[in-house]
Structures are given as C-alpha cells and as structure tokens.
C-alpha cells in the first residue's frame, strides 16, 4: 500500500467517525399508521405552500403561480386559480367580511396580491400597489394586513392601501413578519440579519381614523441570517438564524432573555452550515420544535433546557417538523425526499400507542410518555432517551417542503416534484368507503 | 418530378388507398357452401323504407364546399355516387346557402363550426349537415367553406342520435380542420420566407440600380415594396392566430406518427383506379403550374423529403413571388386531401365508420343502443386479466344486467378483438381496449351508440367482415399463435354447437398436409357435420376438461398413446416424431371421423411448426413433423381398442392420459432453448414486437415453472402493489413475456387506462403506480440494480431482477396462490393452467364478494366516530376484519387479497358514482397501498 493510499484510507476514516450514522428502518413499520398515498398532481413547478383551510379543504401553491384548491377527505382537486405570473411566495387565510366566506390572499413575486374567495372560486381583488415582489404576509388589528417585500404595507379590509413604510436602503428585503401580541398591533421582521419591531398606530383625525406603520425598535443581530421567527406565547419569541442559534426574545421589552444551542464552528465544511436553524415550531405556548441542519431538537422555553434532540434524523437537511396523530408521533420532511416519523421506543409499540392515544394528554406528554406533572419534576434534561424512527414515509422523488396534518385525514406533504401528497390511513380509508358506498352508491335516492 | 410532388402531397391519400385496398380483397375467399358464408346484407324483418314513395332510398353523406369559383359543390360522396335517385347538385346548393359565417368581425380570424338539421318533408329528405371552414391561402379570405351532411329518408333517426352523430361529426371535422390547420401554418410559414426573399432580393436591386436614376421606375420598386410589406404583415398575423390554435398536441403526435410509418413504408404509387371522385378530378387538373405558390418544383426538388405534413423550413429554400395588390382568383384550389392531409385520411376514415355505422336501419340501432348497457359490465364486476370476470359484486343490478359478461366469456378472445372496422363505428374503441392501441378515441367512444358491446352484436348481424380480417393477419403471417387461438376459438364454438359428427362421411385427402392450410381444415371440419352418432369420448372429455382450450380437447378424444410408447414416455423421451397414436374410440364405425379429428388438430401442430420455421428459418428438420404426424394419425386407426381397457384396468386415469398426450403433440421441453421458441414464436432477440400482441397470460406457465418464488410476485400484483419487472437490454424478451403471462393476474385492465407496460426504457415516476401495476423496465448495463432502483421504489413496489434471479417483495403465506404453484408442476398445457388460475380467482373472488356483502356494506359499513384516534380506530377494524375473514375461511396472505379485490370494486364503484354525477368536474384520486405492515424480503427464484 503506497502512502498516498494510506493517507487516503485515514482520511476515508475520519470523515467515517465524523459523520454519525443516519438511522434506516427495515422491515415492517407497525407503527407507521400512514399506509395509503393519494397524489395530487396539478402544479408544474415546485409546490412550496399547503395551508389548511377547514378540515375538508386544503390549499397548496408553488412556483408555477398556481393556487390549487383541494378536498382532503376524497383526495380530489377541487378548483385552481391560475393566480399569479411568478411564484407565489406566501399565502394567508383570513374570513371574509361576512365570515361565512374564506379569503384567501396570495402574494407573488410579479408584484401583485391577489385575493381569492374560495368558496366561490374567483379572485375577488387584484392589488397592484405593492409594487415590488412581495415576500410575506401578516393579518393584523381587524381584517387588515400587512405585505412586506422591499417596503412594508398596510392594506385595509377592502384592500385599500392604508399606509407605506419606506425602508432603508438595505441590501435584503424583509423575509418574515410575525405579530407578537394578542390585538396583532405590533409586529417583528426579519431582514437578513437584523429583527425590527414596527407597531400600527391609528391616528384619529377627526372622523376618520387612519393608520400609520411605525418603527418602533431595532434589536440586536444575529451572527447569520434569521431564517424562523416564531412567536412562542404573549411575552415571548423566538427567532432562530444560519448559524444554528436560537434566541428567545421578550415581547415587552423587546431584549433577548436566552440563546438557546450556540455552535462554535458554525459554518462547518464548505461553509455549509451544518446546524442552520430552517424551522421552529412552538407548542404549549412553551415547548419550541426546532429543525436544525440533519436533525431536529425539543426545548423547553421555561426551564431553558433541552428536552430531547436527534442529531442526524435525515440524509439532508430538515425542511419541516410537526406533531401528527395527535402527537403520538413527530413528523419531520427534508430535503431528502423522506418524511420521518418518530416517537418513543416501546416494546409493544402498537399496543402502546393504543393505550397512549386514549388517555387524555397534550401532544407533547403524548410523544415525550410522560405527563407535565412529571415533567415539571424532573431535573436532569438527559432524562428523556433520543427519538426513535417509527416509520418512513417515502413517495416524494424531491425535497419535502411542507407538511400539515389533517388530524383523522391523515397528513399532507408537498415538494420539489410538484407534487401534493396524501398520507392516509388505509383502514380508515375502507371504511370510508364502505360508508360511501352504503350512502351513496347503494342508496340511489341520494344521488344528487 | 411529377411523381415526387404526387408522392409528397398524396402521401395521406395513398395510404388511405392501400388500406381500402386490402378491405377489398378480403372476404370468404376459400369455398364455403352458399348457406355457410354469411351474406353482406343481413335482411332484416324492420324495414321500414318503402321503396318509391320517396325520392332517396338510402342514406349517405355528401360533402360539399361553396367553391368560390364554381358556387357550391359536391366534393365526394360515401358511398360513391350517393343515392342514385337523388339530385346531389341541386342538394349541394341548398345546404350550401345556409350561410353559417355571421360574423362581422374585420380581417383574419378562425371561424366556428356550426351543425344543422335540415328537412325536406314533401320528399322525406332529412340532413345533419356540419359547416365548417378550412383554410387556404389561395382562397379568398383564406377560407373555404365546406359542409359535410348525413343524409337520410328516416327523420327519427336524426332526431334518435342526434348527440351521437354530432358528436362524430365533430371528430370527423376535428381531424380535417386540425390537419388543414398544420398545412396552412407551413404554407404560410413558407409564403412568409418568400416575401421576405423577395424583398431582400428587391432591396438588393434597388441599391444596384440607385445609379441610374430613374424616378418612374424606383416609384414603382417603392409601390411594390409597400405591398410587399403590407403582405409580410397581413401574413404575419394570420401566421399568429393560426399559431396560436394549434394546441392540439395529441392529435398532432398522431399525425406525425401516421407520417412516420408511412415514410418507413416504401411508398408505392398507386393507380389512379381506386380513387375516388375527387381523387380523379385532382389528377385531371393535376399540372405543374397549378401547383404554384410554394409548393412548387424548386423547392421540392431540393428537399428530398418531399411535401409533409411536418416539412423542416431550414431545408426551405425562399423564392421570388410575383407581386400583386389584389388576389389572383384564376389558379387551382387545393382539393380536400391537399388541404388536410393527414387530416383527410384520418377523417375520411372516420366518416366512413360513421356511415357504415349509422346506414342501417334505425331499429338495429335502437337495439343495439339498448343492447349495449348489457354489454359493458358495471362497475360492481371483478377483472382479472383481460377475459375473466372473477365474480360480480351485483350492485345495480336493478340497473345492469348481471348475466352480461357470461355472455362476453363465451365470445372467442380474438374475434372480439378484432372484430372488423367497417361494421361498428366502436371498432377503434373495441380494438384498443384491450389492445391498447393509441387511439385518442377510446375515452369518448363511451359516448358512442355502440361502446364495447356492439362488436358481439355485429358478430352475429354480419359477420363476413370479421373472420376475413382473422384471416388476413394470418395471411400476413402477423403471429401464428393468433392463428392458432383462432383455430381453437372457432373449434371451440363447432364444439359448442353440439354438432353430431357424421360416420358415413368420406375421408379427405390427408397426404399433402402441408399444402393444405388451416382453413381448409376447418372448412372440410364444418362439412364433415351432419347427423350421425354423438361422438361419446368427445363427451366425456368435455365434462372433464369443461372450458379448456379445444385443440386439447380435440387431441385428447382422438389420440392417446401406445402403453409401450406410455413407458417410454415416462422415461423422459420427450421426441414427438417417434411417437404413434391410437385411437380410442370404441365406436369403430366413427374411425373416418376420427382420423379427421386427428388430421385438423396433427395439422394445426404441423402447420405451428411450419410456420414457426417460415419464421424462425431454421433448419429443414421440423418441417417434417407434419406430414410425421399425419402418418402416425392414420396408424392411430389400425389399433385397437384392447390397449386403452388394458391401461384403464391398470389404473391409469383419463387425465393422465391427455397430459401425456398433449405433452408428446407440443413438446414443452422447457429446458433446451430451442423449444421454448415454440412457446414463444417471438424470437426474444430481434425486438419482436408481437409480444405485445400476445393474448393475455400467454406464457405463464412457463413462467411459473421457470421462476420458483412467483407466487409472491403473484401475490404483490393481487394486493394491488406495483410489480416492475428488471431486466438488462439483452433480457427484453424475457422481461417482456412475464410481464406478459402476468397480466392475467391484473385487476384493473381496463380500456382507458394501460395498467402495465412490457418494456420501457426508463422507470416510471412513483405516481404513476397508482394506475401503473406491471411494467418492464430496462436497466442499462453500466448501471448497478441498487443504484437504479430508487428507495422510495423499493419501499412501494415489488421489484424483479430477472437478471439476478432476484425478488423483494412481500412474502406469501396462505393457501390459494400454494395451491397454485403446486399444481403448475401437473400441467403441461398452458391452456389448463390458465384455466385453473381462472377458476383460483374465481374462487378468491367468491371470498370476496361474501366479504362485501357481509362486511363491506353490513356492520362495518356503519361510520365508528367513537374513536378519537387514528391507531385506535385502525386497529380496531384491523381486528374485526381479521375475525370477519377467519369466519369465512381465509387467512394469512389470503386475507389481503380478498381486501385488495373488495377495495378495488368499492373505488369502481365510487368512481362509477362520481362520472355519472355530471355535477362533480373532478374525479378522486386512487389510492396507492404502502403496505407498511408487510414484511419484504429478498428471495432468489
């Protein structure tokens, strides 16, 4: 062996030892309640958004400007807006004027907000004043919003423009927008870097009342640019960047109260960021799920400690985490292609899971096996064991970008390969359909 | 010259020519009796056409164009000449003074079709008359209107179907217009590159002549170029809004795929003969001059690929055009072929089946129309394959008849699969569903008077175009085993009918086996049938092997062996031509008839051989098996009974005696590779590409003998998980032939949708498996199998490595596909095996239809919302299921299925409900089963 090939070898092994290994399910996966997959093919383009509308209808949008409109308990399309020109880069869901309708309002990269009624299946408005690529959407005070791209813009219930906040040259426009407390008056964005704090103040001139953005705080940088910013409770939130930092924020004061998981060598091999934070979901109003590069991790906001983490969970990075089947398991997409599925090893896991989805607990108790009493109790962070893969959804041929879960219609995911998909329970599904059948089929009277 | 622009622009024409031709000369070329063949003209009892009384005394259609230099006219008739006693002129004006163009709108824009109903009462004459306009760019305003009418002396008709004949009618235009589209696009795309030269050239000469100063003639060249540019503009836009229709992109593959085969082809010029009226008119005016504007010889001669349909403009070489304000109105107009090419051939055809369709007596269609909700099984019906309906779930069954697809089973496969074109406009959707032809028409026939069912009901109302299209694809030696499934279908039906085999019948010449072919057999077969004794061996064998295919059961009832050939045979000699027949008839005054048997079904053998060698071109050797044969069958009659009572006393039941049989007449020597090509003819080497002709689960047996772990592939496609079938490019063949012999195990063949694909060279997407239940996939050679197999494709899907011997699939366990795969060891003959797995599903269909009624849409049907839970509601009907299935019998593996099929019937059903509730524009998708709970494991086979 030549000592280049040594050199080579040790190298080899190395790089072995660094990179942990990514746990693979074999076999059986009884714990896996998803055994039915229905694809939704409509978008031509990468399917980036899946909002839930109510517990029949769920919305997905992409690049192709497609808004497409589907009902989750018979997997079937039912209607598309050919919305926007260019991507749409968010979406928000608001009631109509007289709450028996559902808005829906889209933003694109064409510059145009548009607003859908979906029930009817029309664009109700075309708003034009933005004027530059919008990027996100927030609802705030009554019936009003918020667009933020380049600039940040109020618009009326009506889509009137109430107000334009100018802001300064800066090289990044504003990429996230969360209120942060209960009346939506006071909002944060993040622009790269830097949060900022703006309220909307209503200005009482005589009899009309009008509306005005006003920057009301900066707050300190982050190392790297934020990529999640989510509001925890009413006196707190977090944001979380690049280079894997999480910290919690006062909505009050507006100071930073903790940092949660600092990494020293942030940007890693090739300036990859291994531990960038994608996203951050909160639960209880305390507890953050957070994905960080290949893994994810559970925090606890009140006793600032780490619950539980899984380091490498994904061949690629962590798109997006949530709690599904009533949190008797943890969800997590990537950009590998796979939606994971953890929960807590047991040696009898269907059983187990049966007995667990009985009694009566929030999802976090359910996926930790343990009850808050006991939680709050417990002193030592490594109490709880690592997270252990239950089940591998596997359907999507490109990244994962969202999933939601629809509860007893299962959970739906979207991707790269433009496709929506719906993870069902084939049980359920069977006795859907013998419901259907019954009802409708076998029963011609009730034929509409 | 001349013969390359009529090659070029004919191209279409011609080919419609050589398939009429064909149609012509088939018929019942071999001598039947008079009372055998079937008359063309059935007559029927209905009709109500008193001849006289009215001026037309049949129907046809005219198509006719308002000529803008002649006014209107008739441009062809089908049939040729129309009604003889009908002024087709004087009708042509009238239709064609319906002027359907009412729009006001200035310049160039596409114009709408527009239907009609016109009736003349004093003469009972009653048109369906089409307008619609096609587009030249010599004509004025680019348009030239024309007309298609359906006319007819009976009313009702018109008034019966109008949906159905609008509706063809439309397709028919849809053709014409779509093809007259593309060669308006490149005529103009080729008139623009013109102008364009033109004015370059123009310019070119200005600058040279700028020296000489003369005013009145640059004048002139300024006057020119402004026209000219005005042209360039005019052209432009029209080139635009024709652009921006030409959407149709299937109908415009199509096109280019019928220009594609027909450039293979070698094309033949045809003689002008069998052209029709128009074709002869063309060819009359037909001069190199009147092919001006841009189709003229410079640019022909040039482009070797002649006119087409899809010319490629950078071979285009511009010319010079005349300049001129106005339009000239003097040349030639392009005939209705010229004008639509592909489109014509297309169309015409399609009018033609629309003419054949409707021509005939309004009662016929009535009935037929009625006839047809029997015919196409509901939704409540279980498939397996292509021919077997495992059981009916008898859902609206207030609605459908239930007995329907008995009577579709006693149909012959073949015959019901290519059942003529001429007969039934539902030829094309008849043909396609199960052949899956490329036919964009298979989806919209469902609104057709005559979907799937009317071929049957042709069968029987004129037959004589159905059998002579058996016989032509045997003529063209397309595949001799559809020659051989046809002797046996209509062997079978002989069988069927009972016939008494008559003794005193003379022996036919048997010596010149060879000379003979297969019809004449069956034809001297049918002769042979008189009265005179019922055969009883025939009989008895009939309740024996009830429903197999009927060489063996001919063979069975005529040959057995020789108890010392018996041993031998044992023994593992397995040479067919040292083996001698006797017959076991104790009737010997039957021997004449006998012998006769056995000559039609030695012959059939020999003719396989024979045929296989055409083919195959091998050596000498086996074509002597057929005349081997015959002298062995006459031995046959000079034994005696006593050696047949001997091997009865001796035990040796019947059964064993036809297998042996029938292993000695088609030698199944699956080990040496030069007799598996018996079994399949298709040489797996040369890309055959009959192997997608071959009938459904052809093959199997020998795909179940040679792989021994099949029954969990088996097992995969009865679960409803995706079966894909790898193979490196030299295995193509065998890849091709098991996903072949597997489909018989496909529940969801259906017209619309191809469950499987034989081969294709790249993996198909994941959700495409939901439709996608059998495909063949090649794997290139540099690539590694787990490289090319994606995870997510392992995890869904059973994966087959032919090269590797290879399965990873769930693992079977239960008792009906072991059954199965212990018994293929018993069966020699493909036609029995089938059998038996037809008579498995049926079985397992029986399972399932009790697990519906008593399960499905009983107890479990009520909705159980007292759960809060996903797993626990699942796991509770997980055990009630489990408990259900145990009740009736089933378990393990077996339960699985009877889900999967009972899960298929409810989609077909939810389906069913959701395409007749016109209120719904959206369908449900169909699901796709992870099977999570299934164990897979890789398994060598």
């Not at chain 1, 664009?123 to 380049?150: R, W, Y």
């Not at chain 1, 490498?312 to 997590?332: E, M, N, R």
């Not at chain 2, 149909?411 to 959707?429: D, R, Y």
Request: proline share 3%; hydrophobic share 35%; glycine share 6%.
């Amino acid at each position: 062996m030549s000592m280049w090939q040594k050199l080579w070898r040790k190298g080899d092994q190395q790089k072995d030892e660094d990179k942990e290994v990514v746990e693979e399910i074999e076999g059986e996966e009884t714990c896996n309640p998803y055994t039915e997959l229905y694809f939704l093919q409509h978008h031509s383009d990468i399917v980036r958004h899946l909002l839930v509308i109510d517990d029949r209808r769920c919305v997905s949008a992409g690049d192709d400007g497609v808004v497409v409109v589907w009902d989750t308990q018979l997997c079937m399309k039912l209607s598309f807006f050919e919305a926007h020109s260019r991507p749409i880069t968010c979406m928000l869901s608001i009631d109509g004027k007289n709450k028996d309708s559902n808005l829906l309002i889209t933003g694109s990269s064409d510059k145009h907000i548009k607003v859908w009624n979906i029930d009817q299946g029309k664009c109700v408005q075309d708003i034009t004043e933005h004027g530059t690529s919008v990027k996100c959407l927030l609802p705030v005070l009554e019936n009003m919003f918020v667009s933020a791209g380049e600039q940040l813009h109020l618009w009326g219930e009506d889509g009137a423009l109430l107000d334009t906040f100018p802001l300064d040259k800066q090289e990044a426009d504003i990429s996230l927008l969360i209120s942060t407390n209960l009346k939506n008056e006071r909002f944060v964005t993040a622009c790269d870097k830097e949060l900022t704090v703006y309220s909307i103040k209503d200005l009482l001139d005589l009899n009309e009342t009008s509306y005005r953005i006003c920057q009301d705080k900066r707050l300190p940088e982050h190392l790297e640019a934020v990529r999640a910013l989510v509001p925890v409770s009413d006196k707190l939130f977090a944001s979380g960047s690049l280079d894997g930092t999480i910290l919690l924020w006062s909505s009050e004061t507006f100071t930073p109260l903790k940092k949660l998981n600092t990494m020293a060598d942030y940007k890693g091999k090739a300036n990859m960021y291994p531990y960038s934070v994608q996203y951050i979901a909160c639960e209880n109003q305390k507890y953050l799920l957070a994905a960080i590069g290949c893994g994810f991790a559970l925090f606890d906001t009140v006793s600032n400690t780490l619950l539980c983490r899984k380091v490498k969970a994904h061949y690629s990075k962590v798109t997006q985490l949530t709690f599904v089947c009533d949190g008797l398991l943890l969800a997590t997409c990537s950009e590998d292609g796979s939606i994971r599925l953890w929960g807590q090893k047991s040696h009898n896991p269907g059983e187990q899971l049966a007995v667990k989805a009985s009694m009566g607990l929030s999802p976090i108790e359910r996926f930790l096996d343990i009850n808050f009493g006991q939680l709050h109790h417990s002193k030592s962070p490594d109490h709880f064991p690592e997270p252990v893969l239950l089940g591998e959804c596997l359907g999507h041929c490109g990244s994962v970008m969202r999933i939601v879960d629809q509860g007893l219609e299962g959970m739906f995911s979207c991707g790269g390969d433009h496709l929506v998909i719906a993870w069902k329970n084939s049980e359920l599904q069977k006795m859907k359909r013998n419901q259907v059948i019954q009802e409708k089929v076998l029963n011609p009277s009730v034929i509409v | 010259m001349m013969d390359l622009n009529m090659f070029g622009a004919d191209l279409p024409y011609n080919m419609y020519i050589q398939e009429e031709e064909s149609k012509v000369n088939d018929g019942w070329n071999f001598d039947l009796e008079d009372y055998l063949a079937p008359h063309s003209q059935v007559p029927h009892p209905w009709n109500r056409q008193t001849a006289g009384e009215s001026h037309l005394d049949m129907d046809f259609i005219l198509v006719a164009e308002f000529s803008e230099l002649e006014g209107p006219r008739e441009v062809l008739t089908i049939p040729r000449g129309g009604s003889s006693n009908f002024n087709i002129t004087d009708f042509s004006v009238r239709i064609m003074s319906l002027d359907h163009q009412t729009t006001t709108k200035q310049g160039f824009h596409l114009i709408e079709d527009s239907q009609v109903t016109f009736s003349e009462i004093k003469d009972s004459v009653f048109a369906f008359v089409h307008h619609f306009a096609l587009y030249d760019r010599h004509a004025r305003g680019y348009v030239r209107p024309f007309a298609i009418s359906y006319i007819t002396p009976d009313s009702r008709k018109l008034l019966q179907f109008y949906e159905e004949i609008s509706q063809q009618m439309k397709k028919v235009v849809r053709y014409l217009k779509y093809g007259n589209k593309l060669v308006f696009k490149n005529s103009l795309e080729m008139h623009l590159m013109d102008l364009h030269y033109t004015k370059a050239e123009m310019l070119l000469r200005m600058r040279s002549r700028k020296s000489s100063h003369q005013v009145s003639d640059e004048d002139v060249c300024y006057k020119n170029l402004r026209t000219l540019e005005a042209n360039i503009t005019e052209t432009q836009n029209v080139l635009h809004t024709i652009k921006l229709s030409l959407v149709d992109k299937k109908l415009e593959h199509r096109f280019a795929r019928l220009e594609e085969k027909a450039k293979i082809e070698t094309p033949r010029v045809k003689s002008d003969s069998w052209s029709l009226q128009e074709w002869e008119e063309i060819e009359a005016t037909y001069s190199v001059s009147s092919v001006s504007g841009s189709y003229d010889g410079s640019s022909l001669s040039d482009n070797t690929t002649g006119w087409t349909l899809f010319p490629d403009t950078r071979y285009y070489r511009p010319k010079t055009v005349k300049i001129s304000s106005g339009r000239q109105f003097d040349i030639h107009l392009q005939g209705l072929h010229e004008l639509c090419s592909w489109g014509h051939r297309e169309g015409m055809q399609k009018l033609r089946h629309l003419y054949q369709f409707f021509k005939r007596d309004m009662a016929v269609l009535q009935v037929e129309s009625n006839d047809k909700t029997f015919m196409d099984p509901g939704p409540s019906a279980l498939y397996f394959g292509e021919d077997c309906i495992g059981v009916n779930l008898l859902t609206g069954v207030d609605k459908k008849c239930m007995g329907c697809h008995c009577l579709q089973a006693d149909i012959p496969g073949l015959l019901f699969n290519k059942c003529s074109s001429i007969e039934s406009l539902s030829f094309k959707s008849a043909a396609s569903s199960f052949r899956s032809v490329n036919d964009d028409d298979a989806e919209s026939m469902k609104s057709a008077i005559s979907a799937t069912g009317s071929p049957i009901v042709n069968f029987g109302l004129y037959n004589e175009n159905d059998v002579p299209n058996t016989f032509e694809l045997e003529k063209d030696n397309i595949d001799l085993y559809s020659n051989n499934e046809f002797i046996r279908h209509l062997t079978f039906k002989i069988q069927q009918l009972d016939i008494d085999i008559s003794k005193d019948e003379p022996m036919g010449p048997i010596e010149n086996a060879e000379d003979r072919t297969t019809i004449d057999n069956v034809k001297k077969f049918v002769e042979s049938f008189g009265d005179g004794n019922k055969e009883r061996s025939l009989d008895d064998v009939e309740k024996l092997e009830e429903g197999n295919g009927a060489i063996s059961e001919m063979v069975v009832s005529t040959s057995t062996l020789l108890g010392e050939d018996f041993e031998e045979r044992s023994s593992g000699t397995s040479d067919h031509e040292d083996f001698t027949c006797e017959c076991d008839l104790s009737d010997v005054e039957t021997e004449g008839m006998r012998d006769r048997l056995h000559t039609l079904t030695a012959e059939n053998v020999g003719q396989l051989e024979y045929e296989k060698e055409a083919k195959n071109e091998k050596e000498a050797g086996s074509i002597t098996i057929a005349p081997e044969t015959e002298k062995t069958s006459v031995l046959a009659q000079s034994i005696k009974n006593e050696s047949m009572l001997e091997r009865d006393s001796e035990g040796m039941t019947s059964y064993d005696l036809i297998r042996l049989n029938i292993e000695n007449l088609i030698p199944v020597d699956f080990d040496s590779p030069e007799q598996e090509s018996t079994l399949f003819p298709s040489n797996p080497d040369n890309n055959s590409p009959d192997a997608d002709n071959l009938a459904c689960g052809f093959g199997i047996l020998h795909i179940m003998t040679k792989y021994a772990s099949i029954k969990h592939v088996i097992y995969s496609i009865l679960i409803g998980r995706s079966v894909i079938v790898v193979g490196t490019p030299d295995l193509e063949g065998e890849v091709k032939n098991i996903v072949n012999a597997l489909k018989i195990f496909l529940t969801s063949y259906h017209r619309n949708h191809k469950s499987f694909i034989p081969w294709t060279k790249c993996l198909p997407s994941l959700y495409k498996m939901t439709d996608l239940k059998l495909v063949g996939v090649c794997r290139p050679e540099r690539k590694p199998f787990d490289r090319f197999i994606p995870s997510a494709i392992k995890k869904l899907c059973t994966v087959f490595d032919v090269k590797r011997r290879e399965i990873f699939c769930p693992v079977y366990q239960g008792y009906y596909l072991s059954l199965l795969d212990n018994r293929v060891r018993n069966y020699k003959m493909e036609e029995m095996l089938t059998t038996l797995i037809k008579s498995i599903m049926v079985e397992i269909s029986s399972k399932a239809f009790i697990y519906f009624h008593s399960f499905c849409i009983g107890p479990a049907g009520v909705g159980r919302q007292d759960y809060k839970f996903l797993q626990q509601q699942s796991s509770s009907f997980q055990r009630r299921v489990s408990n259900f299935m145990a009740k009736i019998g089933v378990h393990d593996s077996d339960a699985h299925i009877i889900e999967f099929l009972c899960e298929t019937i409810k989609q077909q059903l939810i389906q069913d409900h959701f395409q007749t509730r016109a209120s719904v524009s959206h369908m449900p998708e169909r699901p796709l089963a992870t099977h999570n709970d299934l164990c897979c494991q890789m398994m060598k086979c």
